[in-house]
């Protein structure tokens, strides 16, 4: 699993109120990934990062904010939650030596109400 | 643009059937592919990527560019294959985010 958790892993939040969940990785990877899965939709990615400070946008960013302060964390912020917004989320980095490949979080559960 | 499409959202197999689940992409490069599996509740999992050319657990798949597709075969389903299955695209350069498809949830019925 990379060492890659993910905090909280179950939130109930309000219409309205800001919600950050954290993504944390234990390996030094410079890249990491913050997806939204949908049923339907897959998995769509929101926001990523390619170093400290080094953030884009992904494919459906509206609505999220991300800052990465730290190699090892990379946080996702809803400004202003939404029902729309209700999602299981999913942090994933990238290994950029040896074997290559994702590996993904155990997921955030978000609901809101 | 980058597009994977998995036509089937749910697909029910019978135990020791074979199970293909198909994969399209459109990308204009050489993209690198993809599948990863979810069992229920858990984390996406690597299951192969096209360069490696391997079996993981009985399952193969073939990059097939003049068709586009990517489709994960295993010859006798098992009922521990039960997932859900995307197939997912990245560019030449891996460490570009995946691009995924919407996933088919494969069913292996005892």
């Known amino acids: 699993d990379a060492g890659i958790t993910q905090s909280p892993r179950h939130k109930v939040t309000e219409t309205g109120t800001p919600v950050t969940l954290r993504c944390h990785q234990t390996?030094?990877?410079?890249?990491m990934y913050w997806y939204r899965q949908d049923p339907g939709h897959g998995l769509r990615l929101i926001h990523y990062?390619?170093?400290?400070?080094?953030?884009d946008k992904g494919e459906v960013s509206d609505g999220y904010s991300v800052s990465r302060s730290k190699t090892e964390d990379f946080l996702l912020t809803l400004e202003s939650a939404t029902s729309s917004q209700t999602s299981v989320y999913f942090c994933?980095?990238?290994?950029?030596?040896?074997?290559?490949?994702?590996?993904f979080g155990p997921g955030t559960r978000l609901t809101v109400t | 643009a980058q597009r994977v499409t998995q036509p089937e959202k749910l697909l029910s197999v019978f135990k020791g059937a074979p199970v293909e689940l198909k994969c399209n992409y459109s990308?204009?490069?050489?993209?690198?592919l993809f599948w990863y599996v979810q069992y229920s509740r858990q984390r996406l999992q690597l299951l192969l990527r096209?360069?490696s050319r391997e079996s993981i657990k009985g399952f193969t798949a073939d990059l097939n560019k003049g068709e586009t597709s990517f489709h994960l075969k295993k010859p006798f389903a098992q009922e521990e294959d039960s997932a859900m299955y995307y197939c997912?695209?990245?560019?030449?350069?891996?460490?570009?985010?995946?691009?995924f498809g919407k996933g088919t949830r494969l069913s292996v019925i005892a």
């Open positions: 390996e030094n990877h410079r890249y």
């Open positions: 997912a695209l990245s560019g030449h350069s891996g460490n570009t985010p995946l691009v």
């Open positions: 990062s390619y170093g400290v400070k080094d953030t």
């Open positions: 096209h360069i």
């Open positions: 994933a980095t990238y290994r950029d030596r040896g074997l290559l490949e994702q590996y």
């Open positions: 990308y204009s490069g050489s993209p690198e």
